[in-house]
């Protein structure tokens, strides 16, 4: 029975995950000091020396380690999990759920706009009396 082979091709993860990040080539060559035309060479290539590893990781915001063991599929799994909430981890807890009714802040904020426009009116008619 063969194993399946595990994508290490290093420049695609750099690739990808710089397209999560929503950051174009040129923004992360202009980062790490070399032209767009490198950063594409860079996504192309199987392996990538260490010390570059690191820079690009820096640029990136990740670990080196995060690019090596990046795959789509722990991506898709992290979102689905953290989205309906079924999975126990032990970062920090991001809470997607609303925490009030949006429609009472609505009303909230007519009611502010209401009084504000009953002292206008207030001030205006205490201007005129004056005359």
Request: net charge negative; with cysteine; glycine share 4%.
């Amino acid at each position: 029975m063969e194993t399946v082979k595990k994508n290490q091709h290093i420049g695609r993860k750099i690739s990808r995950i710089r397209e999560l990040r929503g950051m174009k080539q040129e923004t992360l060559a202009e980062a790490l000091g070399v032209s767009q035309q490198s950063v594409s060479k860079l996504e192309q290539s199987e392996t990538i020396e260490p010390k570059k590893l690191e820079e690009i990781a820096k640029v990136l915001g990740v670990s080196p380690e995060a690019i090596e063991n990046y795959s789509d599929e722990a991506v898709f799994n992290n979102i689905q999990n953290n989205y309906d909430g079924s999975v126990i981890h032990s970062g920090p807890t991001v809470n997607y759920d609303c925490t009030f009714n949006p429609l009472d802040k609505v009303v909230e904020l007519y009611e502010r706009l209401v009084e504000a426009e009953k002292d206008k009116v207030a001030y205006l008619e205490k201007l005129l009396n004056k005359n």
